[in-house]
């Protein structure tokens, strides 16, 4: 007897999520991850179980507007049922803001080209309150106009070593960064920066050292020494995850990915 073949579809979302009471993206055996959020949501959805791929993994405390995941599935639901029904399962600090059957040729991670991270710093001499959350803080003024100048030398490709955390997995530090742009909206720094990749604390370790220059801990020009040590143990701190936002996943023009959510400070 000739046994049924079975039709396999797959799916791709858009995400957002607030990071904060996360153990970051990926799944943890507590089940406390906002994978693990998802998939259980999804899984509910498609009456089985169903396992993602995302563009890239946030940490702890990270949030995103513009995640992508992929997932492949049996179910045949609209994609109404993807969106509103796995909402209704899902916490309210995570949302599925679109979807969209894709072909086989699509991956949320390998497809995509290009992806953009915004980090929101709170730069005053008292610590926020309403967007504790959901911005870093500095309380000593900070010279932009020097953060910048430091900011050149990282863009285009570059081994970005010295800003790559001692645990990450990438086989390769070389990453190129197309532009990274400080804007400032009152007591607000809004650091910009997009690159074909990124490695892990990437950001939050290019925040760090534009942090030290801008506090006059660290000249401007040494950002480029800094770069060429290719050495992690030579570059200020790791920076707090709780300003940094996925804003972005950008992929092929044939894929037709929608726009994400935009940042009200974008």
Do not use: K
């Not at 900011?151 to 990438?170: E, K, V």
């Not at 801008?214 to 000249?219: E, H, L, S, V």
């Amino acid at each position: 007897m000739q046994r049924a073949l079975s039709l396999t579809l797959r799916i791709a979302l858009g995400v957002s999520y607030r990071g904060s009471g996360y153990q970051g993206w990926q799944s943890q055996p507590s089940g406390l991850s906002v994978q693990d959020a998802l998939e259980r949501a999804l899984s509910q959805v498609a009456d089985a179980p169903v396992r993602v791929v995302a563009a890239g993994r946030t940490d702890a405390g990270v949030h995103a507007t513009g995640q992508v995941v992929h997932f492949d599935t049996a179910a045949v639901r609209p994609s109404s049922a993807w969106v509103r029904g796995t909402n209704a399962h899902l916490p309210s600090g995570v949302v599925v803001s679109w979807s969209r059957p894709m072909d086989e040729t699509f991956h949320a991670r390998f497809s995509a080209c290009a992806r953009t991270y915004q980090y929101l710093l709170y730069n005053d001499p008292v610590r926020p309150a309403l967007l504790a959350d959901l911005s870093g803080w500095f309380h000593r003024p900070l010279d932009v106009t020097a953060m910048r100048e430091a900011a050149r030398p990282l863009l285009g490709r570059h081994d970005f070593s010295s800003f790559r955390s001692s645990q990450c997995q990438a086989r390769s530090p070389e990453r190129e960064v197309t532009s990274l742009a400080i804007d400032i909206d009152g007591p607000y720094l809004i650091f910009t920066i997009s690159a074909n990749a990124f490695l892990h604390h990437m950001v939050r370790n290019i925040v760090g050292a534009l942090v030290d220059v801008g506090a006059g801990r660290m000249q401007a020009a040494a950002m480029t020494d800094l770069l060429a040590a290719r050495d992690r143990r030579t570059a200020p701190p790791t920076f707090s995850p709780a300003g940094l936002c996925l804003a972005q996943v950008r992929y092929p023009q044939p894929f037709s990915i929608p726009e994400p959510v935009r940042l009200p400070w974008s």
